[in-house]
């Protein structure tokens, strides 16, 4: 008896269509685009673990998770103990712990890896459906991840910039959809206990806004007003947002706090690189400069026209990067998406041509590569120990050395995560040393400007310096230090018996 097969059903083509379907669509080129923009990524990450002050967050964080207990008072140093502080950032530093929990320097890693990787799908991602053909978004965004060199690494500030790009994103939706901004308040509830940055997404919402208010075209410039439930959407959605500002454990004062860094920590600002203005003859002034020429290029030579909130928050981009440093990141989310639309460097891309075979190879190459790459913990503590007195702490343990440290300033959150008996003067946490003037007394003894005053001042029994640091070379030459112990990056030095200076205040 001859053997029948029934002919597949239409169902089962339809099946077959939607799998074919979803698998070109999940290897398509643009989405390969976004795994070598991984790539990028990935190459500055492995370089920037030893960030100064991840040390300092990730025992706020073990403090948190362990005990259960938000940092009220400064137990760490004695340049500022009991002084009371506010834990600003410590949703972020619970993630960051938990992630150093699960697999040491390694975990501290994914966790940054995995929120840049987010931050620029989300750069990418805006770009294209600004109207920027794939190709050009690549190019736009390696350019965003550039300018985001600054604030690569374990940084609390990664999860505020996160916020930033889901607010971004929530607004387009909205622009396009009319839908979504029921999410905004949840954002501002996140980014409040992860950064203090969320006052940047507040400006960037209130332009947003006001910019649909206006309605007219001035050259190269539309305006487009809000129809009146819009406008009743958005004013709803601002007041939620600002109100769940206060869904955080500190209150008012976490609110209030940022403007608090503006108008009592000028000396953060004036003292910390970060925060000063660009330097043009340094790579990031040179790489402000270029997107303050792209701004330009992009205004006189692409005929697409600039809607009014674009032209505001292009000049708020600009001006921000050009006065502090560490907002080139903030500049490259903002600028990039509105940039990328105007370049016309490549020809479109076109799905019929697509190749999903050879893009799923490159993908799979993509992932190879970072699973064969990744550093082992071993190689991570090997970073850590080239910017970090790891040697000399090992000294100070062995010889059971216990008085009070002037230490340099970003060594400080190392010795409290590392070797929490030995209490540092300083650490990264500025806000509570410039309250009690011991920031601006630092700066003083690190300048030489009146350094054995202030380390008599403290009674200081040890300093731990860098080799190359002024004030080791001063000590090395004074009658009343000696030098006890050195290496390539430290050097300690021990006050002799019978030089103690008077009591500290």
Not at 87 to 96: A, C, K
Not at 204 to 212: E, F, P, Q
Not at 357 to 371: K, R
Request: charged residues 15%; aromatic residues 14%.
């Amino acid at each position: 008896m001859p053997t029948t097969f029934a002919a597949p059903s239409k169902t089962d083509q339809n099946t077959a269509a939607s799998w074919s379907s979803l698998a070109a669509n999940a290897f398509s080129f643009p989405v390969m685009c976004m795994f070598l923009l991984a790539i990028v990524i990935f190459g500055f990450s492995v370089k920037q673990i030893a960030d100064p002050d991840i040390w300092w967050h990730l025992r706020n964080g073990a403090q948190l998770v362990v005990q259960h207990s938000f940092p009220r008072v400064d137990t760490y140093s004695f340049g500022a103990a009991g002084s009371p502080c506010i834990d600003f950032e410590w949703l972020s530093e619970v993630i960051f712990f938990l992630g150093f929990k699960a697999a040491g320097l390694q975990g501290v890693l994914d966790v940054y890896f995995a929120v840049l990787v987010l931050i620029f799908a989300g750069v990418y991602y805006r770009s294209c459906r600004a109207g920027a053909g794939c190709k050009d978004a690549t190019v736009a965004t390696v350019l965003a991840i550039f300018m985001g060199t600054v604030s690569i690494g374990p940084r609390m500030l990664l999860f505020g910039w996160l916020c930033m790009v889901g607010l971004l994103l929530v607004l387009d939706h909205f622009r396009q959809s009319g839908r979504g901004l029921w999410v905004l308040p949840l954002i501002f509830a996140l980014w409040i206990n992860f950064h203090g940055s969320w006052v940047f997404g507040l400006v960037v919402l209130v332009v947003i806004i006001t910019s649909g208010l206006a309605e007219g075209e001035w050259g190269m410039v539309v305006a487009r007003g809000w129809s009146p439930m819009q406008r009743k959407q958005l004013l709803l959605g601002l007041a939620a947002s600002v109100a769940a500002l206060f869904v955080n454990p500190f209150g008012y004062r976490l609110v209030f706090y940022p403007f608090d860094f503006i108008f009592r920590q000028s000396s953060v600002i004036k003292n910390i690189e970060e925060w000063q203005s660009l330097d043009f003859n340094r790579g990031n002034g040179k790489l402000a400069l270029v997107m303050v020429l792209a701004v330009l290029a992009a205004a006189l030579f692409s005929r697409r026209p600039w809607r009014l909130d674009e032209v505001i928050l292009t000049a708020f981009a600009l001006w921000e990067e050009l006065l502090h440093g560490r907002m080139l990141f903030f500049a490259g989310l903002i600028l990039i998406p509105i940039l990328a639309p105007r370049l016309k460097l490549f020809p479109p891309y076109k799905p019929a041509l697509d190749k999903p075979w050879l893009n799923g190879i490159i993908m799979a190459g993509v992932l190879g590569s970072l699973i064969f790459f990744y550093p082992s913990a071993a190689q991570l503590q090997q970073k850590v120990d080239l910017e970090y007195p790891t040697a000399a702490l090992q000294f100070m343990q062995q010889q059971h050395i216990n008085g009070r440290i002037f230490n340099q300033y970003g060594w400080g959150g190392y010795m409290e995560w590392n070797t929490p008996e030995l209490k540092p003067f300083i650490d990264g946490r500025a806000d509570i040393f410039i309250y009690n003037g011991t920031f601006d007394e630092y700066l003083s003894a690190k300048m030489i400007r009146n350094p054995i005053e202030i380390l008599d001042k403290y009674r200081i029994d040890y300093v731990l310096f860098g080799s190359d640091q002024p004030l080791a070379y001063l000590l090395e030459n004074s009658s009343a230090w000696q030098l006890i112990y050195q290496d390539k990056l430290a050097k300690l030095y021990a006050r002799k018996a019978g030089s103690a200076g008077p009591a500290a205040n």
